[in-house]
């Protein structure tokens, strides 16, 4: 059963999910939390319980997070972070954070 603890925010952002088997399906993030994210997938429903990790456009770099696939639907994934203390995704999150707020570099908009 799946159960948030925090509030998701509405994001997009173009992100990439890979497969145990390296396979790699391309999809936007639409929200993203604490604890997790939804990501939408075009034509893709992903097996749940599995795990996947996500490849996030981190200013010039990308990284990657570990993450559970709770919930999967014909409209994309809900994910469960493996470690949701990572520090790259704690940058996306404030980031996400800040674009709601119409907040840059601590300024208002």
Request: proline content about 4%.
């Amino acid at each position: 059963m799946e159960h948030r603890w925090g509030t998701r925010l509405p994001v997009t952002l173009d992100v990439s999910l890979i497969g145990r088997d390296r396979s790699v399906m391309h999809g936007q993030l639409r929200n993203i939390g604490p604890e997790g994210m939804f990501v939408h997938l075009e034509a893709a429903v992903l097996a749940e319980n599995v795990a996947v990790e996500v490849e996030l456009p981190l200013g010039e770099t990308n990284r990657r997070v570990k993450a559970w696939v709770v919930h999967s639907s014909e409209d994309g994934a809900g994910l469960l972070l493996f470690a949701p203390d990572d520090n790259d995704y704690r940058r996306l999150l404030h980031a996400a954070i800040r674009q709601q707020l119409g907040v840059e570099n601590g300024e208002a908009r």
